[in-house]
Structure formats: structure tokens, C-alpha cells
């Protein structure tokens, strides 16, 4: 059996510095890139897209999402699906925890 286990997502994130954004790509195969993000509060990932379709989690924390035109607000288990070429970005309101996949056409 192939398979991979993680027992707790946080340890792949050492503490987040002021002023920081981190990533870790935890998992990559033929149809999916998973990578951990942690945001310090009042960071933000700058509108962009992605060239494949991909899924937010949030694990931890507050966000203000922006999805095209429209603005929401996230929180733990908040969960986002966008098409491929969707105008997003977000905007940590406090410490944040996410997860993006990355879904490979």
C-alpha cells in the first residue's frame, strides 16, 4: 500500500516570524501538490491565479478572502473550491493556517 500519514499538520510550520509568510509542500504526486501555509497576522498573498484548479482549507485563524469580485471572510474549517484562472487573494486577519491543494489536470 502506498499511502501517506501525517499525524499533525502544524508540525510541518516552525514558528511564524513577524512579517512572514511561510509554505511547505507536504505531498506531491501525478494529481496533486499540497502545501502548508502560515501566514503572521496582517500578511497577505496579493491578487493572483493559479493555472490549475485548486482547494483552500483553513486550519487555523481568520482570513479575508477575495474570490474573484466577491470578498468573505474565512475561519477554521472554512473550505474553498476555485477553477483554474479564478482572481484571488487573502489577507491574514490573525495568525493563519491553510492548506492548498493544488489539483493537476
Known sequence: ???T???SLFENI???PP???LSRTIYTDDQVKVVLFG???GQELSEHTASTPAVIHILAGEARI???TDT???SPQTWIHMPANLSHSIYAKSTLYMV???LKS
Open 100 to 102: 492548498l491543494y493544488l
Open 66 to 68: 477575495l474570490l474573484g
Open 72 to 74: 468573505f471572510e474565512g
Open 19 to 21: 512579517d512572514s509568510i
Open 14 to 16: 516552525p514558528e511564524i
Open 39 to 41: 501566514f503572521a497576522k
Open 1 to 3: 500500500m502506498n499511502y
Open 5 to 7: 500519514f501525517n499525524s
